[in-house]
Each structure stands twice: as structure tokens, then as C-alpha cells.
């Protein structure tokens, strides 16, 4: 209404002036027309009331300027009175009919508004529930895959695509399809890839990285041009997938009718959930990568220890072996894992093996490893190597055990001890490879291997010089006692039948002389006992005259308490062995005698396994410590230097017992 007035106040007014300056020109009837003209406008504009206004305001205006007498508001002839009453009528019923006509108009104008406002309505309405639904499901973190086959379905259905893919973005610049919604051709199925060119507007988006749009695919070329083309559709828009700031892939809806002009802003809000479900799917990966990896590493140091500890404890090469083997196996998921050494003629011996179908690689089996096996890489450059092609391996040895065992993949990791090449660790899978950091993996374990290695080398040599320092004593004492028996020993008993010989002649009437050579002569038969004692404490001459059973048979009936013998094997042993377990018996004896008060000693030897067994058990008060400086100390270096072992139990109040165990073979 205000509309209205104030067009009727500008209209009224610049034609009461261009008509006054016209008067001369225009007779009343047209000014008349050209008034009602304005009143109609009027109505169109502002409707009945101001159109109303705008009639008497210009029957006023015609009055005042147009009818005489000029200038006031009479009206001198009865005509003009007719005129201007008829002006008033025509002015007053055009008013009525165009504002009726056009608030027919303005409310048909709302009418259709309104409803173009609840169709928006609804539309927002379905566009809100189908992002809430995919939003619903990038909360709950279900995989992205359900949410990439949801989104092309709520796109689709909310724009009235035919079809709607999702695809990925790949390195070499085509698209991989991972979901698609509507009627697709064959060619936009999922899992199909395709490298899109322009016109298509997913060549642009991946080009430009914003969003775009095609209305003519008649220039389209390729097989998704063609397919395009046969489902007939005329347009598509595609949007964009930024994950983390990169462009990760498009949607793309594809119709046969043209979309609207917001058809891209609307597709935004369904990339960014895409986008934040890929992110998020991302990290939960990466979280559970880290989880993985921290478990692995675990896993991984934990293996290590236990091998550590064998190392530490000392045990023997041929026990951290097989350890190794089945930890290399466990950490890598192998399927078959070895240690081989490296012999001096090129081939390897193998050492440890554990996993699938062991009899085709026997422990102790040897073969000569040619390329490409890793085994030979290794041998040949002392460097980790790997085999992931056996299709060109050739020989009886692949043929044996690589293709019968279906081995697809292998790694081997040099074992270096002190600077040397001394063999391999080798690991086999049969499905799929090894991952990249299988090698630095495995050297933690080759390293320790090489420790034991060196460490069981160090002792060997040790357990050798100790060995060799032991025979030589032993053949020093062996030499004095045979010096002693064959030289001194029998000059005195020479001396003394001499003595005897002289006693016997001394004249009957010098008892005094005579008593004197008695007196010598008895000296000189203790000085041959005591020469005697000390020879055989030095190497005893039974030990070599009749083997261990007689020796410790005389030495038992030498002791000064009751010795029960159980001898079970008269076997002749390496003489080292034979004179460690005399000395060892010898002293314990000795020991029990002196300390024990013991009333009986029970001796026990027998043969097992390739071990001399031996055993010492007293009914004395026990409580002896070898650590406190008794003779076992020594006899306990002499049994190690063999490669043998002894054990004292002692409780006090329960007697003593000493086992010994020496190998029949030292050395």
C-alpha cells in the first residue's frame, strides 16, 4: 500500500506538470485519459485503496488546473461537472477491477511461493535426514565401505540420479569405482577402473581439484564416454574428496536430465562426511598399526631374551640352534626356518630346522647352494639376501626341498663370528613374501648366534688348555713316579739288601756295631715305604698296572674306615679319566677320614650314556664347602678341564655325597 501512494504522489505530480506545460496542446479529454491512465498504474501497483486516492487526488488536479475557472475549485460549466463526475466513476471502477485483478495475482503469486517454500522445506528435510543417516553411520565407525555404498545411495536419491559413483583416486591418474547407487552400467561397476577424460566433469575435478559439471557428453570419449552415452544421460556433476588436504577421489551423479544449479554446494556436505570417514578409518588403522607393531616389537624382544638368557647360561651351541630356528620362525610367520654352517668346500651343513616337511632337510644333511638361492648370495657377499623368484632355480637341491616344500620366498642373514663367515640363518615362506624389515629382524638373532658361537669356542679352547695342562701334569708325575720306582725306590732296596748283607758278617763279638746297622737298616726301609707313599700319592703305579677298578679296589683296602665298592664296569678308560676319578676318590676319602667322622664310605662307578659315573656317599656329620679351600677345588678344575662335571651335597647332620660325570671321549 505505501508502494502505492507513493507512486501515485510521483506519477500525479510529474504529469500534472508535464501536462501544464502542454495546455496548450492537450484538450480536457485527453488530459482526462492521461489521469486515468496514472490512477490504473496506481492500482497495479498498490492495489484498490491507493488507486482510490490516486482517483480523487487527479479529479482534484484536473479541477484545479485543467477546468475553468483555473486556478481554484468551481466548475463553471454543467459539461465539465458531467466530465469530471465521470471521471471520478471510470477512474474509480478501473481501480476496483485491476486491484482486484492484481491481488488475484499477488495472492496466486503467494500461492505459489508457499508451495515453492514447503517443496524447499521437504527437500531440505530429506537432504538433512540423509546426511544424518550418513553422519550416523561416520559416528559408529563402520567400515568405509558402508559408508561410501550409503552416500551414492542418499546422493543419488536426494539430487534423482540414475547413477552415482564413488570412485578413488589412483596413482596412475584412473579412478577405481568403490561404490556405486542407482542403475549403473557395466562399465561404472564397482570395482571397475577407468581413466576419465574431459568432457567428463570427474576429468576436471581430479584435474583442478574443485568441483564441476558436464551437460554435453556428445564429445566424451573412451569406454566411460561410450557407456555414458548409452544409459542416456545428459548431465553429471562431480564432486571432489579432500582427505587431510589431498584428493583422495569424486561422487559423481550422472542423470538424463540436468541437475540443478546447487547441485555441487549440495554434494558438499556428503564428500566431507566421506572425507571424515576415510580420515577416521585411517587413523583407527594406523592406531591398530601402532598396536600391531608395539606387539610385535614385544613379541620380537621377548624372543630375544629367551635366546639371551641360553646364551648367558652358557648352554651349548647345539641347543641355542634349534631356539633360534623356531623363534625366526614364530617372529616372521615363516613356514619352515634353518641354521646352516659354512663348510670349507663350499657346500653347508645343516645345523637346526624346524616347520613343515623336516625330513627333506635332515639335520646333518649337506648341498652346495648355487644362485638364486639367499643362502648362496649370502656365501658369496657375506651381506643379507632374499629370494623371491624360484623360477629360475635349478638342481637337485631345489628340486628336492624348494618346489617339493612349495617354498615361494626366502631370507638368509649371515652369521659373522669374530670377522668370519661362519654360516646362515635361513627362513621359508609358501604364500605371499616376507615384509622389507625381515632381515634387520633377523640379524638380532644371528648376532647372538654368533655369540654362542664364539663363547662355546672361547670355552672349547679353554676346556682344551685346561686339558692339555692336565696331561702334561699328569705326565710329569707319571715320569717322576716311574723315576722315583725304576731309580731311587730301587737303589735304596739295592742299599738295603747291601746293609743286610753287612749286618749279617759283623763279628758276634761287636754288638754294638751290629745294632747300629739295625738301626740304619730300619731307617732305611721306612725312608723306602715313605719313597714308596709318596710315589703313589705322586701317580699311583696300580692305576697304570691294572685300570681304575683295581686301583680304587687297593685304595679302599688302604683306607682307615670300612669302604664299600660298587664297581660296575671294568672297562680300560682314556688314562685322564681313570686318574681323575682315582683323585677324586683319594680325596674324598682323605676328607672323610680327617673331617666326616664317618663310620662307612660307599664308591660307586658305572658307565651311561657316554658318561663315567661316579659316586662318593659318607654317613658322616656333612656340612663340607668345596668354596671353602679343601681339596675338591682342585679336583673340581681337573673334572671341568676334561669336559666333566661333580656336585657336592653336604647338609650338615646327613652326611656327604660328591657325583662326578666325565665324559668317556674328552676332548
Known sequence: MLAGALTGLVVLSLLTLGMTALRGLLNLPSQTLLYLLAVVVVALIGGLVPALAAAVAAAVLLDHYFIPPLGDFAVAEPTNVVALAAFLLVAGAASWVVGLAARRRAAEALAAASAESREEIRRLAKEQAALRRVATLVARGVPPAEVFAAVAHEVGSVLGADATPVARLEPDGATTVVAVGGDPPEELSVGSRWKPEPPLAVAEVLRTGRPARSDDYSQASGASGDAIRRMGARSGVAAPIIVEGRLWGTIVIVGRRLFPADAEQRMAGFTELVATAIANADSRAQLEESRDELGRLAQEQAALRRVATLVARGVPPAEVFPAVAQEVRHILGADASLIVRADPDGEVTVLARVGENQEELPIGSRWKPEPPLAVAEVLRTGRPARCDDYSQASGPFV??????????????????????????????????????????????????????????????????????????????????????????????????????????????????????????????????????????????????????????????????????????????????????????????????????????????????????????????????????GTGLTGLRDRVQALGGSIEVDSPAGEGTGILVELPLRPG
Open 399 to 628: 628340486d628336492a626341498t624348494v618346489r617339493l616344500m612349495g617354498i615361494r620366498s626366502s631370507v638368509a642373514v649371515p652369521i659373522t663370528v669374530e670377522g668370519r663367515l661362519w654360516g646362515t640363518v635361513v627362513a621359508g615362506v609358501t604364500h605371499g613374501y616376507f615384509p622389507a624389515d625381515a632381515e634387520p629382524r633377523m640379524a638380532a638373532f644371528t648376532e647372538l648366534v654368533g655369540t654362542a658361537i664364539a663363547n662355546a669356542d672361547s670355552r672349547a679352547q679353554l676346556t682344551a688348555s685346561r686339558a692339555r695342562i692336565v696331561a702334561v701334569t699328569d705326565q710329569a708325575r707319571r715320569r717322576i713316579e716311574r723315576d722315583l720306582h725304576d731309580g731311587t725306590q730301587q737303589r735304596l732296596v739295592a742299599l738295603s739288601l747291601t746293609l743286610g748283607v753287612a749286618k749279617s758278617t759283623v763279628p758276634v763279638e761287636l754288638p754294638e756295631l751290629r745294632t747300629q746297622l739295625g738301626e740304619i737298616a730300619g731307617e732305611l726301609t721306612a725312608t723306602i715305604d715313605e719313597l714308596r707313599e709318596l710315589a703313589r700319592g705322586i701317580h699311583p703305579a696300580s692305576l697304570s698296572e691294572g685300570g681304575l677298578g683295581a686301583a680304587l679296589r687297593i685304595l679302599a683296602r688302604r683306607a682307615a674306615i670300612p669302604v664299600k665298592l660298587d664297581i660296575r664296569t671294568e672297562t680300560r678308560l682314556a688314562d685322564p679319566i681313570e686318574v681323575a676319578a682315582y683323585y677324586v676318590v683319594s680325596e674324598a676319602l682323605t676328607n672323610t677320614t680327617k673331617h666326616g667322622r664317618a663310620s662307612s664310605v660307599r664308591v660307586s662307578l658305572d658307565q651311561h650314556d657316554g658318561l663315567l659315573q661316579l659316586s662318593i656317599r659318607d654317613d658322616g656329620v656333612g656340612g663340607a664347602d668345596p668354596a671353602r
